[in-house]
């Protein structure tokens, strides 16, 4: 989901390193998200930073709009894995 990776960059949070678990979005017909649930347990995240993690989703969760709409509720389950951008590396290593 590169719109939540966008977000979560503009807001200062970085990974460190390639960083992944599973997820599960519920989501309105209208495309907006119901419950955004993840599994943090294999991260390497302290727990201030798991912290920072499900503060910013939960922002996310509440202004994101899925593009699509559909006759019922709907919803998306997979793994995902996310680093931090080239740029966002380059800042960090200057």
């Given at each position: 989901?590169?719109e939540l990776g ?11 390193k390639r960083t ?63 680093t931090d951008s ?9």
């Amino acid at each position: 989901m590169q719109e939540l990776g966008q977000f979560l960059m503009e807001n200062g949070f970085e990974w460190k390193k390639r960083t992944s678990f599973f997820q599960r979005i519920y989501f309105a017909k209208q495309g907006t998200i119901n419950f955004y649930l993840v599994n943090l347990d294999q991260t390497h995240f302290s727990e201030k930073k798991k912290e920072r993690f499900i503060e910013l989703l939960h922002v996310f969760s509440e202004q994101y709009q899925f593009p699509m709409q559909a006759n019922s509720n709907f919803a998306q389950c997979a793994p995902i894995t996310f680093t931090d951008s080239q740029d966002s590396q380059q800042q960090t290593n200057k």
